[in-house]
Nanobody
């Protein structure tokens, strides 16, 4: 199973910004599309953003379009999510995973996630 580690979360005020990161294993990272997910308390995990292998194509959930930006650095086996103009409803645990682009099927196991809390 492919494993990932998420980090960089924290507490931020509404309207603030935060960048979270995902580290993956070298064996697969540069050969797969990747995605960010989030799960708020009492809610199901949802897809936030995804990016193709070379970063040329990205896709976002409507709730974050225009505020979040996904990117990746295959030379470092890293993926990022820049989050701007954060809202309280963005509060969640954020996870990364490898996916099949066409079907959005998950390819790896879930990590611990990183907590993002938006509150004044």
């Amino acid at each position: 199973q492919v494993e990932f580690v998420e980090f960089g979360g924290g507490l931020v005020q509404p309207g603030g910004s935060l960048r979270i990161s995902c580290a993956g294993s070298e064996s697969i990272f540069a050969r797969t599309a990747m995605a960010w997910y989030r799960q708020a308390p009492g809610k199901e995990r949802e897809l936030v953003a995804r990016i193709k292998i070379f970063g040329d194509t990205t896709d976002y959930a409507d709730a974050v379009k225009g505020r979040f930006a996904i990117s990746r650095d295959n030379t470092k086996n890293m993926m990022y999510l820049q989050m701007n103009n954060l809202k309280p409803e963005d509060t969640a645990t954020y996870y990364c995973n490898a996916i099949y682009w066409a079907t959005r099927t998950i390819r790896g196991s879930w990590g611990q996630g990183t907590q993002v809390t938006v509150s004044s």
